[in-house]
């Protein structure tokens, strides 16, 4: 059950001799607006306690997300921004919580930054923000249709983020990559660490580079340890990096001709 915070006597009691301290002359006024900042401090001590323990509360109920739609371009599937809202608005507004977006300023040039803030009806709120640059406009994608699956993305990233969202095409994978022998992955040899991972970015990033026609970016994009890496690479900005240097290849090389929009493959990443 959420936590009630209207009844809240102790804190009002405390503002309550805080103010009549004011009226006191006899009073300095550095020491009363020194307790003042503490009451201020304590009070929001007091909102993210209660903000944590609904969250805690919300953990308990929320289940994962399944992905519903197919990203071919990745050999994948992903959770859509429909998907993930259906799943999570009921359960955090039950609890008290609230997420609007907005964007900012970015913290490098060219970028789309987005911010998202999750409030509390207890008037606690936190800010987070994730940015990406926008895939550049080729074969069939727009800019502006570059920016709004940059934005989408970046919306689902986040809130799965702050609400710690797990999305699964398997309700009983516990690992979002599906259930497999641990001992290896797909595609590449047994015991792959994160490591060995990024060096395949790495060599990702230099085969791109010398791309000469759509054939080679079709091998590319099919190579077995890249493929692994989608899934295996832990979320940060390494698997960011990987995952907009393989829509690039994709925007760059493949042409779109089963009339979906190259937007969807960014916003499927």
């Not at 323990?53 to 921004?81: C, G, H, W």
């Amino acid at each position: 059950m959420a936590n009630d915070i209207t009844n809240s006597g102790p804190q009002d009691s405390m503002l309550a001799g805080l103010e009549r301290l004011a009226r006191d002359s006899s009073v300095a006024t550095d020491r009363i607006t020194e307790l003042f900042r503490l009451a201020e401090r304590r009070e929001q001590t007091l909102l993210k306690r209660v903000f944590n323990e609904d969250m805690t509360a919300l953990q308990t109920v929320i289940t994962q997300i399944m992905r519903d739609k197919p990203n071919p371009a990745f050999t994948s599937r992903y959770a859509t921004e429909e998907q993930i809202d259906r799943a999570a608005r009921p359960e955090y507004t039950r609890f008290g919580f609230s997420i609007r977006f907005g964007t900012e300023k970015p913290e490098i040039p060219g970028s789309i930054r987005v911010v998202c803030i999750i409030a509390h009806r207890s008037g606690y709120f936190e800010e987070h923000a994730l940015e990406s640059p926008a895939v550049p406009a080729n074969r069939g994608v727009t800019q502006l249709q570059a920016v709004g699956g940059t934005v989408t993305y970046l919306k689902r990233t986040l809130i799965r983020m702050v609400l710690n969202l797990v999305t699964s095409d398997n309700p009983e994978d516990n690992d979002g990559g599906g259930i497999k022998d641990k001992g290896t992955d797909a595609g590449g040899p047994k015991n792959t660490t994160t490591h060995d991972f990024l060096e395949v970015v790495a060599q990702f990033e230099a085969a791109a580079g010398r791309i000469m026609d759509s054939d080679e970016a079709r091998k590319l994009l099919e190579w077995h340890p890249g493929v692994a890496a989608i899934t295996a690479l832990p979320h940060g900005d390494a698997r960011q990096k990987y995952m907009v240097m393989r829509a690039k290849v994709l925007a760059d090389w493949m042409p779109k001709d089963d009339g979906s929009s190259a937007s969807e493959d960014i916003e499927g990443l």
